[in-house]
Structure formats: structure tokens, C-alpha cells
């Protein structure tokens, strides 16, 4: 028999814990209730272990953001949902980075704590089930979570979209990046504004810049009339940045200054102008580390990241593999005119242990190829030498090799690369953590020598 689910709910205020009380023992819930922080926390260090635990964010006692730190230094792994007034946004905020998965607005509805349960406290599993929500978004879209940093990062979107702030989503390529500043996007009060989108790796630095800002008729050959830019076709929206590290440093400079003061001049104008624009970007880059080497201004990253949401890679979260692979199946089969195909044992087992390198980019890719081949076998091969490619630069890497090796398995890496993101070179040069010009030059040099040997 499936054992019987404990939550504890700490709240000042009787009436709240009555309230909660009731209904959580009509679920057929264990419910221990506590209205003093204090006791609270001399219950869970003796032991007590509960499957969920609601804090309010306001007690007289103790502040529940101090409460929060206190049992999350003794249980990194406990389950912490806020209840908090609307009025405790920036408190909210500071609790989720404090490690909170969700938070409830009180006063709510019995409807809003069934779906908290039902994420984080499924019946007869002790809490440890992941329920699997889907959010349909534009251009068909969608944001998918079975895993408690996915159900977090809800929650931080839910709570982010409606605080008129910056966000920074950062994250490995194929995440679901623009998928997270899409979703806060259509939640915030800003849904029916424009949505703009400028990858900020796709252009040089003097486009990017009048791309940006506009220019006006003569500021540079070429320019026979004046063109306005992403920031003002934006106005009144939100312009997502995207690849915002590789922004060039002399633009940095004038981004910082819109997002301080919401001004900036087109290109070959004195006059400035006012925009109400707010800005989400992303990017896959080592901040911290472009920070130190000087290729990222440590004030804009600050102006930036007023609110930072992390996208963790596929491989850490492989629990939601089964329910992306099946809704991904069902949208594709639906848009493409065929039968979805039932995914055999073998071929889960192995979609479980591939490590997704391209993220929930080449799980997409690979569940569209799979539908158009319907050729279970080679799929079956696809992931298994792609494990054996992965072991094998494994070992190699910790095996001396001569110069001309190691350049055969630079070739190698490159071109794999290239294949795996379908010819795009900045992906291929990011998954191989190199820079975009370096994986230039290489990939020059080495389709010359290859040239050359072909010739021959």
C-alpha cells in the first residue's frame, strides 16, 4: 500500500493553519501544523522528515526567509513552498534563490494547493513523482516540467513575468532558453506589446549596432534614409537578447546606458531617445569568467541579471526524457500527417542513458527523424555510437598523443560537431567550448588540408 503523505505548515496565523489543515486531511494527508518558527525548527532537528513543508514568508518570530536558510542548512533537500501576501513579491523572489520550489498567494483556492501537491506531493510515492505539466506557447512552443528544477523554474517564471525587471537566462545551448523568456514573455503584463528577437552572434558589431539602435539617412554608405532599430520598433514590449555574450564590449557600453536610463541615439544622430523597453537575455557563456577576462562588463551583468534564471542541461534532468519524447511524438506525428510510433523498451533504455550533448534541441531533432524514417533500428544505432564516440574521447583524452593525432581528432571533433547542430558554426564551436573564431580558423585549415589530400 502506498504510504501515507506528511506535510508541515508553519504560519502565525490560526486561521491559516486551520484552514490548511482541513484541507489537506480531506486528501488523506498527515498534516503537523506549527505556529511558532522557532518550535518549528527544534521539530525538524529532532528528526522530524515531512514529504512538504509551507512556511509563511512574514512571522513575527522569525522571518521565513531566515527560517527557509535554517532548514535548508540541515536538509539541502527538503521541499519548501512559501505562502506569502501579494504585496511580499521581492521576498518571494529572494526566497526561491534561497532554494524554495513554489510559493501560494494567500488567500488562495483549494484548486491552487491541489496543483502544488500534485507537483511536488504525489500520492503513494512519498513525494518523489514527477508530475508532468505542459504549457502550449506560441509558434508552437512549449514548456514542459517533470523535475523539480524544471517545476522551480516555473514558478520563478510565474513570479518574474509580472516584476517589470531584466531577467538573464543562462544555460548550455538547446536548453530551452527562449522557450523560458517566451513563457515570461506571454505572462507578463506585456503579452500583447511586441516581442522582438536579435541574436546578438549573428551579426558583426557594426550591424548589430544599427540594428539595435537604428540610424539615420547618411550615417554611414549605404544609408539613404533613416531606419529605426530593434529598441524603438519595441517600444512599450520586450526585446529578447539573445547570445548576449558575444555582444562586442563597444556595445555593451550603450546597451548598460538604455537599460540605466531607457536612452540611446541612432547611429549618425546627437539627439537621444526614450523607450520603455524591458529586456530578457540569454546567454551559454561563462559569465563570471568573461567577467574576469575582461569580454563582459561586470556592471551591465549586474543591470542584466536584476532576476537570473539557470536552465539546466538534459542530462541532469534525464527524469523528463519519457514525457518530452512522448509529447514530442504526438505534436510532430500531428503536424506531419502520421502515427505517432510507440518507443520500444530498448529504445527508452537508451534515450535514458544517451547523455543529449545538443540538450532538448537534438532530443527534437531526433524525434523528428525518427518519425519520417520510422526506423526503429537505426535509431537504436544512432544513439549507441554516439555513446561509443563519447566514451572513446574519453579515454583519449587521457592518453598522450603525438601532434599529428591530435589534430586528427581536433578534424574529427569539428566536423562531428558540425553534423550534430546541421552546419551551424557557432553551436558547433560552443559545444566544443571554442571561440567562434578559433573554430574558423580551424575548420579552414583543416577543410584545406583535406582538400589537398583529396587532390592528390
Known amino acids: 500500500m502506498p504510504r501515507t503523505r506528511s506535510i508541515f505548515v508553519i504560519d502565525d496565523e490560526p486561521s491559516m493553519l486551520r484552514y490548511m489543515q482541513?484541507?489537506?486531511?480531506?486528501?488523506?494527508?498527515d498534516v503537523q501544523t506549527s505556529a511558532s518558527p522557532n518550535e518549528a525548527l527544534i521539530k525538524i532537528e529532532s528528526g522530524y522528515a515531512p514529504d512538504l513543508i509551507f512556511l509563511d514568508l512574514l512571522m513575527p518570530e522569525m522571518d521565513g526567509l531566515q527560517l527557509l536558510e535554517q532548514i535548508?542548512?540541515?536538509?539541502?533537500?527538503?521541499?519548501?513552498?512559501?505562502?506569502?501576501?501579494?504585496?511580499?513579491?521581492?521576498?518571494?523572489?529572494?526566497?526561491?534563490?534561497?532554494?524554495a520550489l513554489d510559493y501560494l498567494t494567500k488567500p488562495f483556492q483549494p484548486e491552487a494547493l491541489n496543483s502544488v501537491l500534485d507537483r511536488y506531493c504525489s500520492?503513494?510515492?512519498?513525494?518523489?513523482?514527477?508530475?508532468?505539466?505542459?504549457?502550449?506557447l506560441a509558434d508552437g512552443a512549449f514548456f514542459l516540467t517533470a523535475s523539480d528544477a524544471m517545476n522551480k523554474i516555473r514558478a520563478e517564471v510565474e513570479l518574474i513575468a509580472q516584476v517589470d525587471i531584466p531577467v538573464l537566462v543562462t544555460g548550455e545551448s538547446g536548453t530551452g532558453k527562449e522557450v523560458v523568456a517566451q513563457m515570461i514573455r506571454e505572462r507578463s503584463e506585456r503579452a500583447k506589446k511586441p516581442y522582438l528577437k536579435v541574436n546578438c552572434a549573428a551579426l558583426p558589431g557594426d550591424l548589430l549596432e544599427s540594428e539595435l539602435f537604428g540610424y539615420e539617412a547618411g550615417a554611414f554608405t549605404g544609408a539613404a534614409k533613416a531606419k529605426a532599430g530593434?529598441?524603438?520598433?519595441?517600444?512599450?514590449?520586450?526585446?529578447?537578447?539573445?547570445?548576449?555574450?558575444?555582444?562586442?564590449?563597444?556595445?555593451q557600453a550603450k546597451l548598460l546606458h538604455v537599460l540605466q536610463d531607457g536612452e540611446f541615439s541612432r547611429l549618425g544622430s546627437r539627439a537621444s531617445k526614450r523607450v520603455n523597453v524591458r529586456v530578457i537575455a540569454a546567454t551559454n557563456i561563462e559569465v563570471q569568467a568573461s567577467i574576469a577576462k575582461k569580454t563582459f562588463r561586470e556592471d551591465l551583468y549586474y543591470r542584466l541579471a536584476a532576476f537570473a534564471i539557470h536552465v539546466p542541461n538534459l542530462k541532469s534532468r534525464k527524469e523528463e526524457v519519457p514525457f518530452l519524447l512522448k509529447h514530442m511524438m504526438t505534436r510532430f506525428a500531428e503536424s506531419?500527417?502520421?502515427?505517432?510510433?510507440?518507443?520500444s523498451p530498448a529504445l527508452l533504455d537508451a534515450c535514458m542513458t544517451h547523455e543529449w550533448p545538443g540538450n532538448v534541441r537534438e532530443l527534437n531533432n531526433f524525434v523528428k527523424r525518427l518519425l519520417v524514417l520510422r526506423d526503429e533500428t537505426a535509431a537504436?544505432?544512432?544513439?549507441?555510437?554516439a555513446q561509443s564516440r563519447s566514451k572513446a574521447k574519453t579515454a583519449a583524452a587521457s592518453i598522450p598523443n603525438s601532434p599529428a593525432e591530435l589534430r586528427r581528432m581536433e578534424a574529427n571533433a569539428i566536423s562531428q560537431a558540425l553534423q550534430q547542430f546541421s552546419g551551424n558554426k557557432r553551436l558547433a564551436a560552443s559545444s566544443l567550448k571554442m571561440s567562434y573564431n578559433v573554430f574558423l580558423q580551424k575548420e579552414r585549415e583543416y577543410s584545406l588540408a583535406r582538400g589537398k589530400r583529396e587532390s592528390q
Do not use: N, W
Not at 482541513?22 to 494527508?29: H, P, S
Not at 535548508?72 to 532554494?99: E, F, N, W
Open 380 to 385: 537504436l544505432e544512432e544513439l549507441r555510437s
Open 22 to 29: 482541513m484541507l489537506l486531511e480531506l486528501e488523506g494527508i
Open 336 to 343: 506531419y500527417g502520421r502515427s505517432p510510433i510507440e518507443l
Open 123 to 136: 500520492a503513494g510515492d512519498g513525494g518523489d513523482a514527477k508530475q508532468c505539466q505542459v504549457t502550449e
Open 230 to 251: 530593434k529598441f524603438e520598433q519595441c517600444d512599450g514590449g520586450i526585446l529578447f537578447l539573445d547570445e548576449i555574450g558575444e555582444l562586442p564590449v563597444q556595445l
Open 72 to 99: 535548508r542548512s540541515r536538509h539541502p533537500h527538503a521541499r519548501v513552498v512559501m505562502l506569502s501576501c501579494i504585496s511580499d513579491t521581492a521576498k518571494v523572489v529572494q526566497a526561491m534563490r534561497l532554494g
